[in-house]
């Protein structure tokens, strides 16, 4: 039996969130991250996201990219949320801002692939 080839890995992008959630809010920020993932997917371009939940209401997200170019041109303005984005998308952005715990807050991490053996 013939093994198909190795999938070669495409380089990819990812902009890593980090944040501390708010106690009670932890419903809101997953259900406004799911509606900005969607739409960064189907209209900007994104690969796709994951968001996660760690210790003592530390949260990681992260949305993938196939470059950082597409990411960079896929981000409208400056300021978030701007006004070229739909109302729902940037009323979700501004519900991830206010679940935030803005006393523990973290900087964005970025980084580009270099190896990802889930694609092998």
Request: hydrophobic share 35%; charged share 30%; with cysteine.
């Amino acid at each position: 039996m013939l093994k198909p080839p190795k999938k070669k890995s495409q380089p990819e992008f990812a902009v890593i969130y980090r944040a501390y959630i708010r106690a009670g809010k932890e419903e809101d920020y997953q259900n406004a991250w799911e509606i900005v993932a969607h739409y960064f997917v189907k209209h900007r371009g994104a690969v796709g996201s994951c968001l996660h939940r760690a210790n003592d209401g530390l949260w990681i997200a992260y949305s993938r990219w196939p470059d950082q170019k597409t990411r960079d041109a896929s981000w409208p303005g400056e300021n978030a949320p701007s006004n070229e984005l739909p109302p729902e998308v940037r009323n979700a952005i501004r519900t991830i801002q206010e679940c935030m715990d803005s006393e523990r807050k973290l900087p964005d991490i970025c980084m580009e692939l270099v190896n990802d053996l889930l694609q092998k």
